[in-house]
């Protein structure tokens, strides 16, 4: 099976900053848009952003938008998360996946819109955690 195994979490202070990394196994990495997922505890997994196969289209959710940036290297088939200007409420887990949408996905509304469910391989996530 592919393997996602992100890095770079930890505790960071409010209005700080850190990247995460995802690093892929396995060929066909450039066959898959990428997304960053996050949960924080007794609540569900929310989607943060994600990104089409060759890192042109780039979508976030509302919550972290111009604060957080994703981005890939295919040549090293990683996937990264840029945040910026960190809050509390950005504490959680952070998990990264990997989803086969083909052509059935043409715009970024359309990629930012698939549910956790429909991803084919998830990372085993990492913590940050945003406090003083």
């Known amino acids: 099976q592919v393997q996602l195994v992100e890095s770079g979490g930890g505790l960071v202070q409010p209005g700080g900053s850190v990247r995460l990394s995802c690093a892929a196994s396995?060929?066909?990495?450039?066959?898959?848009?990428m997304a960053w997922f996050r949960q924080a505890p007794g609540e569900e997994r929310e989607f943060v952003a994600a990104?089409?196969?060759?890192?042109?289209?780039?979508g976030y959710a509302d919550s972290v938008k111009g604060r957080f940036t994703i981005s890939r290297d295919n040549t090293k088939n990683t996937v990264y998360l840029q945040m910026n200007s960190l809050k509390p409420e950005d504490t959680a887990v952070y998990y990264c996946?990997?989803?086969?949408?083909?052509?059935?996905?043409?715009?970024?509304?359309?990629?930012?819109?698939?549910?956790?469910?429909?991803?084919?391989?998830w990372g085993q996530g990492i913590q940050v955690t945003v406090s003083p």
């Open positions: 396995g060929p066909a990495f450039g066959n898959y848009s």
């Open positions: 990104i089409s196969r060759t890192g042109i289209s780039r």
């Open positions: 996946a990997a989803g086969f949408w083909g052509l059935t996905v043409t715009n970024v509304q359309q990629m930012c819109e698939k549910s956790s469910a429909e991803y084919d391989y």
